[in-house]
């Protein structure tokens, strides 16, 4: 099972930009697929961005479209989200997952591999 711990979160100002980190181990790194959650307190976990295993797709949530840009880098082994124009609206601990999966327009993660997350608190 691929190991993620993210890092990069903090307390930032709105319209600020920030980048997010996630440093995967355990599995050759590139060769699967990988997305960005987000969760707020008392909501649902929900997506933001996923990355095809290859990196020659990226998806984003209608909420991050346009502000959110997710990318890799293989020698680092690591997966990245910079997001910019930043609202109160996205405070939430986000996490980084493998192999995010979609049913119509609903992403899930299947096999509840997740890392610890790391926090991003907008002020206004």
């Known amino acids: 099972q691929v190991h993620l711990v993210e890092s990069g979160g903090g307390l930032v100002q709105a319209g600020d930009s920030l980048t997010l980190s996630c440093v995967a181990s355990g599995r050759t790194f590139g060769t699967y697929s990988m997305g960005w959650f987000r969760q707020a307190p008392g909501k649902e976990r929900e997506f933001v961005a996923a990355l095809s295993w290859r990196g020659t797709s990226a998806y984003y949530a209608d909420s991050a479209r346009g502000r959110a840009t997710i990318s890799m880098d293989v020698d680092k082994n690591t997966l990245y989200l910079q997001m910019n124009s930043l609202k109160s609206e996205d405070t939430a601990i986000y996490y980084c997952?493998?192999?995010?999966?979609?049913?119509?327009?609903?992403?899930?993660?299947?096999?509840?591999?997740w890392g610890h997350g790391t926090q991003v608190t907008v002020s206004s």
């Open positions: 997952a493998t192999e995010p999966t979609r049913r119509g327009s609903t992403w899930s993660v299947s096999d509840n591999n």
